[in-house]
């Protein structure tokens, strides 16, 4: 499975960004999708992330600001990014689960500019 990603690049703090990501060809049964984010020198970390039924869960970090939706017809997830800030920066990596199996798209870069 590949996923495609869309979105990023150099923004302002304060400027929004939305992140798109879908697998290409005919997926089915993918149970969660979500977005994590790696930072130089940081270890990846989880974002965000969708159920197949709608359930969320955020990073305390960006609770408030962010948001995941998802479009199980089209097996899109979406990461609106508001209020962007300077810790924001980082690779922005999108992740599916499918029963017992993970996969990971290329990952878009996420500059916050001060």
């Known amino acids: 499975v590949q996923l495609q990603a869309s979105g990023g690049g150099l923004v302002q703090a304060g400027a929004s960004v939305r992140l798109s990501c879908a697998p290409s060809?005919?997926?089915?049964?993918?149970?969660?999708m979500g977005w994590y984010r790696q930072a130089p020198g940081n270890q990846r970390e989880l974002v965000a992330t969708?159920?197949?039924?709608?359930?969320?869960k955020y990073a305390d970090s960006v609770k408030g600001r962010f948001t995941i939706s998802r479009d199980n017809a089209n097996n899109t997830v979406t990461l609106q990014m508001n209020s962007l800030k300077p810790e924001d920066t980082g690779v922005y990596y999108c992740?599916?689960?499918?029963?017992?199996?993970?996969?990971w798209g290329q990952g878009t870069q996420v500059t916050v500019s001060s």
């Open positions: 969708i159920t197949r039924g709608g359930n969320t």
């Open positions: 992740n599916i689960r499918i029963t017992l199996s993970t996969y």
């Open positions: 060809g005919s997926v089915l049964g993918i149970a969660e």
